[in-house]
């Protein structure tokens, strides 16, 4: 699924976040409860009540239900939904940002229970940090750094989720 894609789709029905953001809430939501539904995540995007086309809802379910399903895969498939790598490495630090915003709300919105289990209350503190990245990158160094924050998402994800996820009965894994 390409990126502009999908921001233009939020942009054009005034959704107040960026493509990576609301794939950061899905994550988010998916890694608390992996039956979340796809109407929730809509809502929490637009806020508004946007009077989304056929089409574009399609769309952005369609981003939900692979995100679902790529953070259930045992392949270490899940990816962060960031721009391509020929946008600058400033706006990808950004989109960056606004995803870690967008996956720490989304958790928010979904979890219910008191207290972190295992890890949890560590890595959440990471990726608060990292909410508060420099957007001024350039060069290898940052892109590097890029990188291994990006790589040490993608790990920290599946390991909320497999922390946080609640049985159908309630109850934390």
Known sequence: MVYQI????????????????????????????????????????????ADLSD????????????????????????DLFLPD?????????????SWCQGFLFGI??????????????EILKDITEFTKLDEEAEGEEDESAFMEVTEYLRSAVLLLRDELDINTDGTVH
Request: aromatic letters at 8%; glycine letters at 6%; hydrophobic letters at 40%.
């Open 85 to 97: 790598d020929d946008v600058s490495l400033d706006e990808r630090v950004k989109a960056l940002s």
């Open 6 to 49: 999908i921001n233009t789709i939020l942009e054009r029905n005034n959704a107040d976040v960026s493509a990576a953001e609301a794939h950061g809430m899905a994550a988010g939501m998916l890694c608390v409860n992996g039956q979340a539904e796809s109407d929730h995540w809509l809502k929490e995007l637009f806020k508004d009540d």
């Open 108 to 121: 928010g919105s979904v979890y219910t229970a008191s207290g972190w289990p295992g890890d949890a209350a």
């Open 55 to 78: 089409e574009d809802q399609a769309t952005l379910v369609k981003l939900f239900e692979q995100t679902r399903k790529l953070l259930a895969s045992e392949a270490f498939e899940f």
